[in-house]
């Protein structure tokens, strides 16, 4: 099933990659910030896939895989040559997506 909240178009245009990749790689991207913002999100009947925050939350994670996937040492590099954050998917991955999510997240996603 294709992402919603994150569509492979939507990403293409924010990267600037128009057809370069093939439509299967674009969307795994889609599709995993899809997934891990869904496991942050209060599960009711409420339909995320229209709302700025979570779209915007979800594009900025889609990004951060895409280029983490492209780039090495994308956290970059120091002028005394020392990477700070060398693997970017790590707990800072939705960390700077929080302020994006956070009314619309689960209690359960603040525990462990």
Same mark, same amino acid.
């Given at each position: 099933?294709?992402? @919603?909240?994150?569509?492979?178009?939507? $990403?293409?245009?924010?990267?600037?990659?128009? #057809? %370069?990749? #093939? +439509?299967? #790689?674009?969307?795994?991207?889609?599709?995993? @910030?899809?997934?891990?913002?869904?496991?942050?999100? =209060?599960?009711?009947?409420?339909?995320? #896939?229209?709302?700025?925050?979570?779209?915007? /939350?979800?594009?900025?994670? /889609?990004? +951060? !895989? =895409?280029?983490?996937?492209?780039?090495?040492?994308?956290?970059?590099?120091?002028? +005394?040559?020392?990477? @700070? *954050?060398?693997?970017?998917?790590?707990?800072? $991955?939705?960390?700077?997506?929080?302020?994006? !999510?956070?009314?619309?997240? *689960?209690?359960?996603? %603040?525990?462990?």
């Amino acid at each position: 099933m294709a992402a @919603a909240m994150v569509t492979m178009q939507e $990403l293409r245009t924010n990267l600037g990659i128009g #057809t %370069l990749y #093939t +439509d299967a #790689t674009v969307e795994e991207c889609c599709q995993s @910030a899809e997934d891990l913002i869904q496991g942050y999100l =209060w599960h009711n009947e409420q339909a995320y #896939t229209a709302t700025p925050a979570i779209r915007e /939350a979800a594009m900025i994670v /889609a990004v +951060d !895989i =895409w280029q983490s996937r492209q780039v090495s040492q994308t956290g970059g590099v120091g002028m +005394d040559g020392v990477s @700070a *954050s060398p693997y970017r998917m790590g707990y800072q $991955l939705i960390n700077r997506v929080r302020g994006l !999510i956070q009314p619309y997240s *689960s209690p359960n996603s %603040l525990v462990g």
